[in-house]
């Protein structure tokens, strides 16, 4: 007995050229303003919640209110401990701030 694999003939390929729904358009270029406030995060990969609110010139407490509403997120080390992921400050950027 042999192991040969029968494959199936393919199919030629289609004349009316690519389907427009298997392509996925690129995004959208980001604003200057928003490329700066990327660019000004630093290069570390976990942040306190005082270290975000410091950055931002906001409050401790929008920051744990902005945990709480899921608009940030945070890794729990224990149960009075959170740290911020650089990503999530990143995502959080693109997200909600819009420039003017």
């Given at each position: 007995?042999?192991?040969?694999?029968?494959?199936?003939p393919s199919?030629?390929?289609?004349?009316?050229?690519?389907?427009?729904?298997?392509?996925?358009?690129?995004?959208?270029?980001?604003?200057?303003?928003?490329?700066?406030?990327?660019?000004?995060?630093?290069m570390k990969?976990?942040?306190?919640?005082?270290?975000?609110?410091?950055?931002?010139?906001?409050?401790?407490?929008?920051?744990?209110?902005?945990?709480?509403?899921g608009k940030?997120?945070?890794?729990?080390?224990?149960?009075?401990?959170?740290?911020?992921?650089?990503?999530?400050?990143?995502?959080?950027?693109?997200?909600?701030?819009?420039?003017?």
């Open positions: 007995m042999t192991w040969i694999q029968k494959r199936k199919r030629p390929p289609s004349s009316r050229g690519p389907d427009p729904a298997s392509e996925v358009a690129p995004p959208p270029a980001l604003p200057p303003l928003i490329l700066q406030m990327l660019a000004d995060v630093p990969g976990f942040f306190r919640p005082d270290e975000v609110a410091a950055h931002f010139n906001v409050s401790v407490d929008l920051i744990h209110q902005f945990l709480a509403t940030l997120m945070a890794i729990q080390v224990s149960p009075r401990v959170n740290r911020i992921p650089r990503a999530s400050i990143c995502d959080y950027i693109r997200t909600y701030v819009k420039p003017a």
